[in-house]
Structure formats: C-alpha cells, structure tokens
C-alpha cells in the first residue's frame, strides 16, 4: 500500500523504493537496504526486502524459463536430427560427421 509522506505530502511506494535501491547496490544486504530506505525517511520491514527479493528472482526464472521454450521444441529438434541421419546414411554415419567436425 502506498503511504502519505508526511514531509512533501506524496505518496511513496515502499516495494518500489526496495527495487530501486536493489539495483543501486545489488550486493547490499538487507540491513544495509533498509539503513540506506530510513536515511531517506521511508521505513521498510526486512520481510518486505526478502519478499521484493523472492519475486525478483522468480521473475527471472520466469524469463529464463521463457527464453528456453522459444529456443524450439525438443521433439521437433530429435526429428531433425533423425532426418539428418537419414540423409547422409545412419547414425553411424552422423556420429562420424560431427566427430571430424569435433577435432
């Protein structure tokens, strides 16, 4: 929830605050995040810093997960594979192909 401060009369958002100085010092712990917020004026919990942390890293996740299933379907990539096989005379064939392009 957005908070009044009562100095300038705006409203500041406490999980924003905690991103933005996340990404000031990404090394900061978490005393020291909340040290460098209450310098500020803005009193932030430890619960709220490892909580902006967590979703922060499932974010992530999410992207790299995201970013895998782009890169194709392993079934559709085995086919291929198969196809390619077929194409130059086996698998035997294939394994000596990439042997020699592996030295």
Known sequence: MAKQNGAS?????RSEAVREAIALNPKAGTKELIATLAAKGIKVSHTLVYYVRSKQGQARR??????VAAAGNPVE?????KALAREVGGIKSLKQLVDLLAE
Do not use: D, I, Y
């Open 9 to 13: 009369g705006r409203s500041v958002n």
């Open 62 to 67: 999410k992207a790299k997960r995201e970013q």
């Open 77 to 81: 990539l085995v086919l291929r594979v």
